[in-house]
């Protein structure tokens, strides 16, 4: 009997250590598809992170069949948000033809030679006519700016000679204009034309031009309008609620042959989202890593309400300890959803599939609430969103002790459970956004340089590309024309019509404000 029982007992023993070696292979497998589905999708396959909309309709349908909470003053608004995410699917894009009054117009007139008439003979008289508009280009042209100083003397006093000084220049001996250097840097850190393309396009209009001395011109021009980035980032950081995010810029490394990955730390803000006083606008700064002092020292003065993702290094600033009181970390829902995405795309996972369908809900409400004020966002998200995460941080607390500890899926639920308190701070404030997508919106333009131009070749040219990638992009983020702006804020820097202590003038939307005001005065 004593026999039967060891026996039985190494039976179950050799039994669950095959069950526990089955269980950690499997974790493997997911965990290796995981990888895989991640670098397949990183080479080969499609950015967008779209949820199918039936999906998310049906999920839509389900809530608000539901009860949300125990309170008669809770608005009815689940309806709203299902019709409004049915409405939502996206109409073609079509010109009907409609082209901007402002563009000027060249009238061609095609008549008739002969006006009499085919019939009788008479005379024909004008009766109306067709017109038919075409969108219509100038290529662009390259020009020389003569300056012409004339000298005029005194034929009684031979050595009185008098001339106009000459006007400052960006480049002292350089024959570039201001408009000229603007123009190559808008179409390197605007539209991320490499200076070796400008330079074949140079050469397609009979101009040499090597792209070391394009290269020399950024350099220069940035030096100019470094004070202007500087109060930009001052300006920025003076707001009580930012985004922040980092991204890998290579750098070419001087002797080694290679490159080494340096960091571009970017800070945006933007308030439109809800209705706020603050202009958008992001500034770029260049670090040489990615270490948590860069944050520390970059958000020195800073007190209000960060948005970030993940990354640690953020960390020290909500230190309660800290020099001016801790900054309040918000936290990024699309960080989380993206964990859930690639487990989903990896191993067809229902239990990633639903994770995306209820954070896919949240979403739909803050498209309801979009550009509505702040207390109007923060009335709406505890009525509507508020009990719809706390039941998702239920669910993924029980999913968690179902699965394997090892796998995607509970790294992924582990995540969102570790950050919660700053992914659901949106909640309680209508300032802070659900996600961090407006300084990832304002990143991409780096990243589609750094696709064209590969690495920046030294350190200088990496600080250049950070100072007049800021100006360009928050011109562009606030609707003002990049070329006319930085054109004549760069001849006001130079010339010293506006002096240090005014450079806050030049600012984009303070520029584009004083500009439309004198166009107005002048009508």
């Known amino acids: 009997m004593a026999t039967l029982s060891t026996n039985l007992s190494t039976a179950l023993h050799e ?64 309806d709203k948000a299902a019709a409004g995410t049915a409405s939502a ?65 005194c034929r009684a006093c031979e050595g009185a000679v008098v001339q106009a000084p000459a006007p400052p220049q960006a480049i002292d001996g350089v024959m570039a204009s201001e408009a000229m250097l603007v123009n190559v840097a808008i179409l390197k850190y605007a539209y991320h034309v490499p200076l070796y393309r400008q330079e074949q396009m140079l050469a397609a209009h009979g101009i040499d031009l090597d792209r070391q001395t394009l290269a020399s011109w950024m350099g220069r021009l940035a030096w100019w309008l470094k004070p202007l980035h500087e109060e930009l980032l001052a300006t920025v950081l003076s707001y009580p609620k930012l985004f922040a995010d980092e991204t890998p810029l290579p750098v070419l490394d001087p002797g080694r042959g290679r490159t080494r990955t340096c960091r571009f730390w970017a800070v945006a803000t933007d308030d439109r989202p809800w209705a706020g006083p603050a202009p958008p606008a992001v500034v770029y700064v260049f670090a040489e890593d990615r270490r948590g002092i860069r944050a520390t020292e970059l958000f020195a003065g800073f007190h209000g309400v960060l948005q970030v993702d993940g990354y640690a290094g953020y960390n020290s600033l909500a230190d309660p300890a800290r020099a001016g009181g801790p900054v309040t970390l918000a936290f990024c829902f699309a960080h989380a959803r993206r964990k859930f995405y690639e487990v989903n795309v990896a191993t067809g996972s229902p239990i990633a599939a639903e994770a995306l369908q209820r954070i896919g809900v949240f979403y739909a409400v803050e498209a309801n609430i979009r550009g509505a004020t702040a207390d109007e966002r923060r009335r709406l998200r505890q009525a509507e969103t508020k009990p719809l995460v706390e039941a998702f941080k239920l669910w993924l607390e ?52 750094r696709k064209n131009s590969l690495f920046a070749g030294s350190i200088q040219g990496a600080q250049t590309w950070a100072i007049l990638a800021s100006l360009i992009n928050s011109a562009k983020l606030n609707d003002v024309e990049p070329q006319a702006w930085l054109t004549d804020a760069l001849e006001r820097i130079v010339s010293g019509r506006t002096t240090i202590n005014r450079l806050h003038e030049l600012l984009p939307w303070i520029w584009e404000a004083a500009r439309t005001e004198r166009i107005t005065f002048a009508a």
């Open 398 to 449: 029980a999913r968690l002790a179902e699965i394997s500890k090892k796998s995607g899926l509970a790294q992924a639920i582990r995540y969102t459970l570790a950050h919660w308190e700053g992914l659901t701070r949106f909640l309680d404030d209508g300032r802070i956004e659900i996600d961090n997508n407006v300084v990832e919106r304002s990143i991409k333009p780096v990243a589609l340089g």
């Open 89 to 153: 699917q996206r109409q073609p894009r079509r010109n009907r033809g409609r082209l901007p009054l402002e563009l000027p117009r060249i009238e061609v007139v095609i008549d008739i030679e002969d006006k009499t008439c085919p019939c009788c003979g008479g005379t024909l008289h004008k009766i109306g006519e067709s017109v038919k508009e075409m969108f219509d280009v100038v290529p662009v042209q390259y020009r020389v700016k003569r300056i012409i100083r004339p000298r005029w003397g």
């Open 15 to 78: 039994r669950d250590l095959a069950v526990a070696q089955r269980d950690a292979a499997l974790a493997e497998h997911e965990k290796l598809l995981l990888i895989l589905s991640q670098y397949r999708r990183a080479l080969f396959g499609r950015r967008s992170e779209r949820q199918d909309q039936g999906q998310l309709e049906l999920m839509l349908a389900a809530t608000a069949a539901a009860p949300v909470a125990a309170n008669e003053n809770t608005p009815a608004t689940s």
